[in-house]
């Protein structure tokens, strides 16, 4: 009787410990399922996209290109053209090309909306060589994990069913319209390396400032006031536009009144130019970036830049023109 009960003890046991088995097995095989893929999502080399293909929200998913035209990246909207930023094209094709999944959150089509991967939300941006399409993908929402403190954006391969999330914030990097991602410099260079600036003014009016490495700044000669001076390089050593002015024509502009030339040493000399429309509206027009016209009244660019001589002389001092 004994034995009995004890034999029946042990097969109890070995049942307990068998049917443990297979639920570990099972789960390890679902793990396993979901942790499985292939981390690369698109491989290519950031030298061979010749072409960007971009559907965004922020463009309400009207299609256009950024085409790579001898190493200067253009914004192609029909027959309209227009410079791009080339820095942060180039951020965004890095970040394709070094894309890599860290989980598989769905592998089905009913759950794209959750990650806002279907086709008709999110951002899809197609890459291009100049053979062949190198890569495809729709970029949809993004999430901050509180407890890791890293952010992760949900990504989808456009020919496949599978959602991933990528670490960074993807979304908020391609989700731009035309405008947000056009060349906004007006000037860009290190304010150690300006030597001279020269500006007119209309009615004869202009003034010269020169870095004299014995007196330092002047204008027209006479010793500036040098926090103003050093606020002034400060503020135009990078200078960039806000809003765009499409509607002027690039001729009116090359020969408007207002006048300022930065020169300098490791660079080549820029012409900025400003003008005080009919209606009062400021303009502002830069060599640097020949194919755009800035408002001037948006950040107050205008004044930033054409300012008055009156401001830069010393207490006491009289600057003439």
Same mark, same amino acid.
């Given at each position: 009787?004994?034995?009995?009960?004890?034999?029946?003890?042990?097969?109890?046991?070995?049942?307990?410990?068998?049917?443990?088995?297979?639920?570990? #097995?099972?789960?390890?095989?679902?793990? %396993?399922?979901?942790?499985?893929?292939?981390? @690369?999502?698109?491989? /290519? !080399?950031? +030298?061979?996209?010749?072409?960007?293909?971009?559907?965004?929200?922020?463009?309400?998913?009207?299609?256009?290109?950024?085409?790579?035209?001898?190493?200067?990246?253009?914004?192609?909207?029909?027959?309209?053209?227009?410079?791009?930023?080339?820095?942060?094209?180039?951020?965004?094709?890095?970040?394709?090309?070094?894309?890599?999944?860290?989980?598989?959150?769905?592998?089905?089509?009913?759950?794209?909306?959750?990650?806002?991967?279907?086709?008709?939300?999110?951002?899809?941006?197609?890459?291009?060589?100049?053979?062949?399409?190198?890569?495809?993908?729709?970029?949809?929402?993004?999430?901050? #994990?509180?407890?890791?403190?890293?952010? %992760?954006?949900?990504?989808?391969?456009?020919? @496949?069913?599978?959602? /991933? !999330?990528? +670490?960074?914030?993807?979304?908020?990097?391609?989700?731009?319209?035309?405008?947000?991602?056009?060349?906004?410099?007006?000037?860009?260079?290190?304010?150690?390396?300006?030597?001279?600036?020269?500006?007119?003014?209309?009615?004869?009016?202009?003034?010269?400032?020169?870095?004299?490495?014995?007196?330092?700044?002047?204008?027209?000669?006479?010793?500036?006031?040098?926090?103003?001076?050093?606020?002034?390089?400060?503020?135009?050593?990078?200078?960039?536009?806000?809003?765009?002015?499409?509607?002027?024509?690039?001729?009116?502009?090359?020969?408007?009144?207002?006048?300022?030339?930065?020169?300098?040493?490791?660079?080549?000399?820029?012409?900025?130019?400003?003008?005080?429309?009919?209606?009062?509206?400021?303009?502002?027009?830069?060599?640097?970036?020949?194919?755009?016209?800035?408002?001037?009244?948006?950040?107050?660019?205008?004044?930033?830049?054409?300012?008055?001589?009156?401001?830069?002389?010393?207490?006491?001092?009289?600057?003439?023109?």
């Amino acid at each position: 009787m004994y034995k009995r009960k004890r034999t029946s003890k042990v097969l109890y046991l070995l049942f307990v410990v068998l049917l443990t088995a297979v639920v570990i #097995n099972k789960i390890s095989q679902s793990k %396993k399922g979901e942790t499985n893929f292939k981390s @690369e999502l698109m491989e /290519f !080399a950031a +030298e061979d996209v010749v072409s960007l293909d971009l559907h965004t929200q922020a463009n309400n998913f009207k299609p256009f290109s950024i085409v790579n035209n001898d190493g200067d990246w253009t914004i192609q909207d029909g027959d309209k053209e227009y410079p791009a930023d080339s820095d942060m094209i180039s951020n965004m094709i890095f970040e394709l090309s070094a894309l890599q999944a860290v989980q598989k959150v769905a592998a089905k089509k009913d759950r794209w909306s959750e990650f806002d991967v279907t086709d008709t939300t999110g951002v899809r941006v197609i890459v291009n060589s100049d053979k062949k399409v190198i890569g495809d993908i729709h970029i949809g929402r993004f999430s901050y #994990n509180q407890n890791t403190r890293k952010p %992760k954006t949900y990504v989808r391969l456009t020919k @496949e069913k599978d959602v /991933f !999330a990528v +670490e960074g914030y993807l979304s908020m990097t391609f989700n731009r319209d035309i405008n947000g991602l056009r060349d906004k410099s007006v000037f860009r260079g290190n304010r150690n390396d300006i030597s001279r600036i020269s500006v007119s003014y209309p009615a004869d009016s202009s003034f010269t400032l020169i870095n004299d490495e014995a007196s330092g700044w002047t204008i027209n000669g006479e010793p500036v006031d040098s926090t103003y001076m050093s606020n002034y390089l400060e503020s135009i050593s990078y200078t960039v536009g806000t809003e765009f002015r499409d509607d002027v024509e690039i001729p009116v502009m090359t020969s408007a009144p207002y006048s300022l030339i930065i020169e300098g040493i490791n660079m080549t000399s820029v012409e900025i130019r400003g003008l005080i429309d009919t209606d009062g509206s400021k303009l502002i027009y830069s060599n640097a970036n020949g194919a755009t016209v800035f408002n001037g009244d948006t950040g107050d660019l205008f004044n930033k830049i054409f300012i008055g001589p009156g401001m830069l002389k010393p207490k006491g001092i009289l600057i003439q023109n």
